[in-house]
């Protein structure tokens, strides 16, 4: 290992960066929670308006649902898609480094991108 | 634990000293940190809101009357929606910096998993949190959730338990809001404990 890497340094050099990471970090979702107002959802007490919304975070799964049978898009494709990223570890030493870096990065740009299609297409 | 084990916990995940490689910008990115950060946020943030919150049938109005009538109440709901987007966003660019860093290679497999579970359960609180908000939106997306439940055999049992009985309308229930506040928060802040000791067991640098 590089002596400068594996060189021992106080924990205060760790904490000031921490706290500058902190500050920053709280300065953007400050700001994002003042200027972005988060709007209530519809009523429930008003008349039913036609709302088949899910949250972002499962906008690809949504988008797969309006186009493919429930088992395939709810099930099989997510839970294969775990069952590849927890393996990583254990594929990614048969595979090497720069396959495995291409499937989780081929899988994640899947998933972003079928919620991202879900957003703005939805 | 007795004094003596916090105290060597406490030295564990705080040594006196550490590499100095780790303290490198790029080999982190204080992704996990700040994740980490972001549930603090959400947990003081999520017990403010408890005190005005009713789950149920009074969700809506509830969130309503804190929007507008309670001082700072718009704030503190803000604050713990953006900081609950922010932890999923943050969470899986930290895993694509693990993967990009091959920080899942032997001895972190476990830690790796770990992770895993941890993306998982911040995509299911995320979700459960939108449906306690309580309006037609949070009715729709329960109502998916719990068909999709359904559509697995014993399903009619689990969605019951995980979802409660909400109406197309309104999904936000007294099971979904135990879900949300005790029994997935729980185990996401157990898990984080555990996955920064295991980054100190194998000699990485500390989450932040």
């Given at each position: 290992m590089d002596p400068i890497k594996s060189e021992k340094i106080p924990l205060i050099e760790l904490q000031v960066r921490e706290y500058i990471s902190t500050f920053l970090w709280l300065g953007l979702l400050f700001g994002l929670a003042a200027g972005v107002k988060v709007p209530l959802d519809s009523s429930p007490e008003v008349v039913a308006v036609s709302v088949a919304k899910a949250p972002w975070v499962f906008g690809a799964i949504q988008w797969l649902l309006q186009r493919w049978p429930v088992w395939l898009s709810a099930w099989v494709l997510p839970l294969l898609s775990t069952a590849v990223l927890i393996a990583l570890p254990w594929w990614g030493r048969k595979v090497g480094k720069k396959w495995a870096w291409i499937s989780f990065l081929t899988l994640s740009l899947v998933w972003a991108g079928l919620t991202l299609l879900y957003l703005f297409m939805g | 634990m007795d004094k003596q084990g916090s105290n060597s916990f406490r030295k564990h995940i705080r040594p006196q000293h550490i590499r100095?490689?780790?303290?490198?910008?790029?080999?982190?990115?204080c992704l996990g940190g700040l994740s980490f950060l972001a549930f603090i946020v959400l947990t003081i943030t999520g017990v403010l809101l408890m005190f005005y919150y009713e789950p149920g049938d009074r969700a809506f109005a509830s969130l309503s009357e804190l929007d507008?009538?309670?001082?700072?109440g718009g704030l503190v709901r803000s604050l713990h929606f953006w900081a609950g987007q922010l932890m999923v966003v943050s969470v899986f660019l930290h895993m694509v910096r693990v993967v990009w860093s091959r920080a899942y290679r032997p001895l972190r497999e476990l830690n790796w998993v770990t992770g895993v579970a941890l993306f998982g359960l911040t995509v299911i609180l995320d979700y459960s949190g939108y449906l306690l908000r309580g309006g037609q939106e949070s009715g729709a997306a329960a109502s998916v959730g719990k068909n999709l439940l359904k559509s697995l055999p014993g399903g009619k049992v689990l969605a019951t338990v995980f979802f409660g009985q909400p109406s197309p309308l309104n999904g936000s229930t007294l099971s979904m809001f135990v879900w949300h506040i005790f029994i997935l928060a729980g185990i996401v802040g157990f898990l984080q404990m555990f996955h920064f000791w295991r980054i100190r067991r194998s000699g990485g640098v500390r989450p932040l």
């Open positions: - | 100095a490689g780790t303290l490198r910008f790029r080999a982190t990115f507008s009538a309670l001082p700072y």
